[in-house]
């Protein structure tokens, strides 16, 4: 999960999720979750009981032109495990990405997804004695196909029980799951963006689009040593 301090608080916006993807470890979120200090008040929660955080280095926002496009509703921070405590370090968590990057995947309609996230409904802060009571959540739906709109797909939940619409999981990493008897299927097919407030339907942006960025990104680094 992720929070942002205002007014000299901390809030819970949104979800974010740690990946690696060739050899450099990111925090991936939607860029409508950041506030307009421009990411720079942003925090990622590691561990509850020392209250660290994980160490964010410079942060990238998908672009679009013309400016304001859906697909570009992503940011990536780039993160610096290196600063962490060797035992800390040792338990990150993260989604592998380089083996989940296929060209020749494609995704049907009706598809399983699963989306894992930090509704705000299910998480808060309790000021007084400086806690997140964060709660993880696993919603399941189907595949509705391309929106008509450059990168943006549509998913439909299952019944959301223990919450009333999916608000705080924009940033959510939408998985594809594909049950076989010997072996599960699995893949990542996109980031959530928005979710309907009433009804089930929500769209997200696809993982081509991510990796896309992320290769920019790691060129860009390269290019500059």
């Keep these: 999960d992720e929070f942002s301090e205002?007014?000299?608080?901390?809030?819970?916006?949104?979800t974010c999720f740690l990946v690696c993807y060739r050899n450099a470890i990111f925090v991936i979120t939607a860029q409508h979750c950041l506030?307009?200090?421009?990411?720079?008040?942003?925090?990622?929660?590691?561990?509850?009981?020392?209250k660290s955080f994980l160490p964010l280095k410079?942060?990238?926002?998908?672009?679009?032109?013309?400016p304001g496009q859906d697909f570009a509703d992503l940011a990536v921070f780039e993160a610096?495990?290196?600063?962490?405590?060797?035992e800390e370090r040792a338990a990150l968590q993260f989604l592998a990405l380089d083996p989940l990057r296929s060209p020749t995947?494609?995704?049907?309609?009706?598809?399983?997804l699963v989306v894992p996230g930090f509704p705000k409904y299910l998480n808060e802060v309790d000021y007084d004695r400086f806690v997140l009571h964060t709660q993880r959540y696993l919603p399941s739906g189907n595949y509705r196909g391309?929106?008509?709109?450059?990168?943006?797909?549509?998913?439909?939940?299952d019944?959301?029980?223990?919450?009333?619409?999916?608000?705080?999981?924009?940033?959510?990493?939408?998985?594809?799951?594909?049950?076989?008897?010997?072996?599960?299927?699995?893949?990542?097919?996109?980031?959530l963006i928005k979710g309907a407030r009433y009804g089930k339907n929500s769209e997200f942006v696809g993982a081509d689009v991510l990796f896309k960025l992320l290769d920019q990104i790691i060129s860009a680094k390269r290019n500059q040593e």
């Design 105 to 112: 995947l494609k995704i049907k309609n009706d598809a399983k």
């Design 159 to 191: 019944d959301l029980e223990h919450i009333d619409w999916p608000d705080g999981m924009s940033g959510s990493p939408v998985l594809f799951v594909e049950a076989h008897p010997e072996a599960h299927l699995f893949g990542l097919m996109g980031v």
């Design 146 to 157: 391309l929106t008509g709109r450059v990168g943006v797909h549509a998913m439909e939940f």
């Design 80 to 86: 610096a495990p290196e600063l962490l405590e060797a």
């Design 35 to 50: 506030t307009p200090q421009n990411g720079n008040d942003v925090r990622i929660a590691l561990n509850p009981e020392t």
């Design 6 to 14: 205002a007014d000299s608080l901390y809030g819970i916006a949104g």
């Design 58 to 66: 410079q942060l990238h926002k998908a672009v679009s032109n013309p």
